[in-house]
């Protein structure tokens, strides 16, 4: 039986969602707990491969099972062999072909910044320490520019493997609550460091700090050089993924 999962994990402790040989990871953890219910080890497919430090409330995994469970009894039984940053929210059958990550058809990442030159202890695990004046309006201005369709070469890893890097960016939204920065981005898919690379670069031209003066330039160049650091991966947040 073909199962689906909404999950949500804090990624503090682990190193990313992917199975890899000698290290915690999501997916593994995870699997363990599936093969105690199942009496068989447990294949899973994922939404979305969340980085090392990343955390989701919105990640979609499926999976199948020999067993048959309501969704009531397989969350209650799934979280009772899980560890406390990881837990399922939702659980239900799935129809026979649900695939969580060829189904997919977008993605919503929230990235967090606590823009203050004291950082608020209580969000050290989920957001960025940013000690430096920004420009709010000025954000939103140049995020504009990441809107549509482009091939977004310059936000990811130079040794990339994926046949493209055209992604769709559908939505940015800024939110601000205080010190708190809430940035969301919405599309159909994103390429490995993307969001933080994006909110790297927006940072840093917010603040004159790159050498081209706008995001425009940089993904015409599709030079991975002109965007600057990435933002580091504890203020990212798999928020929602939609099918």
């Not at 980085?51 to 309501?70: C, I, L, P, T």
């Not at 004159?208 to 993904?219: D, M, Q, T």
Request: charged share 20%; net charge positive; proline share 2%.
């Amino acid at each position: 039986m073909n199962y689906r999962i909404t999950l949500a994990y804090d990624g503090t402790e682990y190193h990313g969602f992917q199975w890899q040989d000698g290290f915690v990871t999501i997916q593994r953890v995870l699997g363990e707990a599936l093969q105690k219910l199942a009496g068989e080890p447990v294949i899973i497919h994922a939404a979305g491969r969340t980085d090392a430090g990343v955390h989701a409330e919105g990640q979609v995994v499926s999976f199948r099972m020999n067993k048959e469970f309501d969704g009531y009894r397989l969350r209650n039984a799934l979280n009772g062999n899980l560890p406390f940053d990881i837990r399922a929210l939702t659980t239900d059958s799935a129809p026979d072909d649900f695939h969580a990550r060829y189904h997919a058809q977008a993605k919503t990442y929230r990235y967090q910044i606590y823009a203050s030159q004291v950082m608020n202890p209580l969000w050290t695990r989920y957001a960025w320490h940013f000690p430096y004046a920004l420009d709010a309006e000025r954000l939103r201005a140049d995020a504009q520019a990441l809107l549509g369709q482009h091939d977004f070469s310059a936000f990811t890893v130079s040794s990339s493997a994926v046949k493209s890097h055209v992604r769709t960016l559908t939505d940015f939204r800024l939110e601000t609550e205080g010190a708190l920065w809430r940035l969301w981005f919405s599309g159909n898919g994103f390429l490995r460091y993307q969001v933080r690379t994006m909110v790297g670069a927006l940072l840093d031209v917010n603040r004159n700090r790159l050498s081209v003066n706008s995001l425009s330039e940089i993904i015409a160049r599709r030079d991975r050089n002109l965007a600057g650091t990435a933002a580091p991966a504890h203020g990212l947040t798999l928020a929602k993924v939609e099918y």
